[in-house]
């Protein structure tokens, strides 16, 4: 019993710091809301100054109003330098820094940043997985430093 509340406590949470700050209607759903198209922001915790914007298609309906809807695997993401850059610590060549549940336990939208030390950037790719099978749709951005090395692990 326990283990079902773990599992469903993580079903329902979402990344910290992730704000959604626009949405637009794609299909009208006559009960329940619309599909759509959302728009959120996160800050990546380890790098001050910097912000990346994921679009993601959710699902409405009656399923999408309680839920228990399975969003499409569909998402475009865009990383930005929006004020000096900060390091937190020493970065891992890899780490995920961003997960929100796409469908009620089993589906996620993750972001993983992903250092390129030969060219000083910070590459940060959207994905989504499922326990059973994933998806091969996918997008990638990246944020050049260019004032300073970005310190690894």
Known sequence: MLKWIAILSCAFS??????EIGAVDTAFIL?????????EVFDDPQVQGV???VSRAKTGGL???????KDPSRFSIACRQVGPIKF??????????????????FK?????RIIDP????????????KIIDGSPDN???AVAVLDQKIPLK
Not at 14 to 19: F, K, L, M, R, Y
Not at 63 to 69: D, F, H, N, R
Not at 88 to 105: D, G
Not at 108 to 112: D, E, N, T, Y
């Open 14 to 19: 979402v990344a910290a710091g992730a704000e």
């Open 31 to 39: 009960i329940g809301p619309d599909h759509k198209v959302v728009v």
């Open 51 to 53: 912000s990346c914007y």
């Open 63 to 69: 399923k999408g109003a309680v839920g228990l809807a």
């Open 88 to 105: 937190q610590k020493p970065l891992p060549l890899q780490e995920e820094v961003f997960k929100e549940s796409a469908s009620f336990i």
């Open 108 to 112: 996620h939208v993750r972001v993983v």
């Open 118 to 129: 030969k060219r000083n950037a910070l590459t940060y790719l959207t994905y989504s997985d």
């Open 139 to 141: 997008a990638i951005t």
